[in-house]
């Protein structure tokens, strides 16, 4: 599945912005969808994840009641909705998916497929 994340830019601390993650290929309603991030001079981390149906999720503590991450498999679209952004969540965003069978939302290793980054920048 071929992976293409969008809808980064600049925005003030407290702003929102929505990143959108549109797959083409294989059926993206097969896999578990995943955001990470890599801030300047740190490690890639995870942001969020979601199960195929979409009724399920989880999120990393820091982003926790700030951001949603849903699915339209309709679309083949995931998308991170990321409300009272601060100085801190600045970094590239990528989006990914993976077998939900097989390794661990959390750890980007499980992550077979990868979209190119988008990046978020938040002006303190």
């Known amino acids: 599945v071929q992976l293409q994340a969008s809808g980064g830019g600049l925005v003030q601390a407290g702003g929102s912005l929505r990143l959108s993650c549109t797959a083409s290929g294989r059926t993206f309603s097969s896999y578990t969808g995943g955001w990470f991030r890599r801030a300047p001079g740190k490690e890639r981390e995870f942001v969020a994840a979601?199960?195929?149906?979409?009724?399920?999720?989880w999120y990393a503590d820091s982003v926790k009641g700030r951001f949603a991450i849903s699915r339209d498999n309709a679309k083949n679209t995931m998308y991170l909705q990321m409300n009272s952004l601060k100085f801190e969540d600045t970094a590239v965003y990528f989006c990914?998916?993976?077998?939900?069978?097989?390794?661990?939302?959390?750890?980007?290793?499980?992550?077979?497929?990868w979209g190119q980054g988008t990046q978020v920048t938040v002006s303190s």
């Open positions: 979601i199960i195929p149906s979409g009724t399920g999720n």
């Open positions: 990914a998916a993976r077998d939900p069978y097989t390794g661990t939302y959390y750890n980007p290793i499980s992550y077979a497929y």
